[in-house]
């Protein structure tokens, strides 16, 4: 249970913000091996081609109110103000969770001097997305950040490309519907998705098919930028790779392990979208997350190259931990591989 690290309507304007503790940050692998910084952010080297940087911050493990002012004191005006309107703390704390961790996020990647992570500016594109605001750039080298952030009430998570659009997804294992699975996908999902889910007799089984499915597709829509309304779940189909026999999805145990996965308008069954790329894994043993990428003209159609994905937990100003493919972090769908710790 979380003391501290909650923000009522006025608690974090009356908090001091003079008296921050130093807080020091643990830079670490998955083997624990610890080097410590001052609380300042690491700088990180940008992505490479095809490579994709997922940060998430666990809310349960950020308590200290001197913490979250912090981060309070790195939003802009209208990001403060936004958070102070919400109803219920819990649900303050995690919108300040999710913009400070995009701004402490993109401020690491910098070519010429240190960013200000209470510096950058933020646009919507003409569909809503949020997108780094290039143009304002005062003194120092912004790179073509291409970003996406995702929550659950347990989990906020950030992907991070460079030159390519990104949707990213996560949703709790353990999320339950209000009504029958079946009948919740028959108002959503494509007649290829819905014959799929059809033939898993076990309900557990069938429900987790379905987080995935909404998960990759959450994604997918995300990436392309354009919001639902332009882009109906109903209106695409998910597959997975060799697993797919005629028009049915094989069985989910198949699912489940790592191939790729292809997307495909439902008025053009017979041409999956090669300009796609994804990746599923499991994540902390308790979420599914999903990211998506665009490829370049070069690399569009050339489905045997992986996404190399680096993934690590952070709580920003404290520590970042690098995730290695462990039981902490497993790749189940897509042509997907972890960049190991170095």
């Avoid at 704390?93 to 010429?112: F, G, Q, S």
């Avoid at 001097?113 to 949020?130: E, M, T, V």
Wanted: proline letters at 5%; a neutral charge; hydrophobic letters at 40%.
């Amino acid at each position: 249970m979380v003391n501290k690290g909650t923000l009522g309507p006025v608690s974090v304007c009356m908090t001091s913000l003079r008296n921050k503790a130093l807080l020091l940050m643990n830079i670490h692998c998955l083997g624990r091996n610890l080097a410590t910084a001052s609380s300042s952010l690491l700088p990180v080297q940008l992505p490479a081609q095809r490579e994709v940087h997922f940060w998430y911050v666990l809310p349960d493990e950020v308590k200290s109110t001197n913490l979250l002012n912090r981060y309070l004191e790195i939003l802009s005006p209208c990001e403060k103000e936004s958070i102070f309107t919400m109803r219920g703390e819990q649900i303050k704390k995690r919108a300040l969770l999710a913009r400070a961790l995009v701004r402490t996020t993109l401020a690491r990647y910098h070519t010429n001097c240190q960013i200000d992570p209470k510096s950058l500016k933020f646009r919507k594109n003409n569909y809503g997305k949020p997108e780094l605001d290039r143009q304002y750039a005062d003194d120092w080298s912004l790179p073509p950040l291409h970003f996406n952030i995702s929550h659950t009430s347990s989990l906020i998570a950030c992907g991070v490309t460079v030159g390519s659009a990104i949707g990213i997804d996560v949703e709790e294992k353990q999320r339950r519907l209000k009504n029958d699975t079946l009948a919740f996908a028959q108002r959503f999902f494509s007649p290829c998705e819905i014959e799929m889910l059809t033939h898993i007799v076990d309900p557990e089984l069938r429900l987790q098919e379905f987080i995935k499915l909404w998960t990759l597709k959450e994604a997918y829509v995300k990436a392309l930028g354009k919001g639902f309304s332009a882009s109906p779940f109903k209106t695409f189909t998910v597959r997975f790779g060799d697993h797919v026999k005629g028009n049915i999805h094989a069985p989910p145990h198949m699912i489940s392990k790592a191939h790729d996965i292809t997307v495909e308008s439902t008025d053009d069954l017979k041409n999956p979208s090669s300009n796609w790329q994804f990746g599923l894994l499991e994540l902390a043993g308790s979420h599914y997350a999903a990211v998506c990428i665009e490829q370049d003209s070069i690399d569009a159609g050339n489905g045997s190259i992986p996404i190399d994905l680096t993934l690590r937990k952070t709580i920003p100003y404290v520590e970042d931990e690098w995730i290695s493919a462990t039981d902490s972090a497993v790749v189940i769908g897509g042509l997907t591989r972890l960049s190991a710790c170095d």
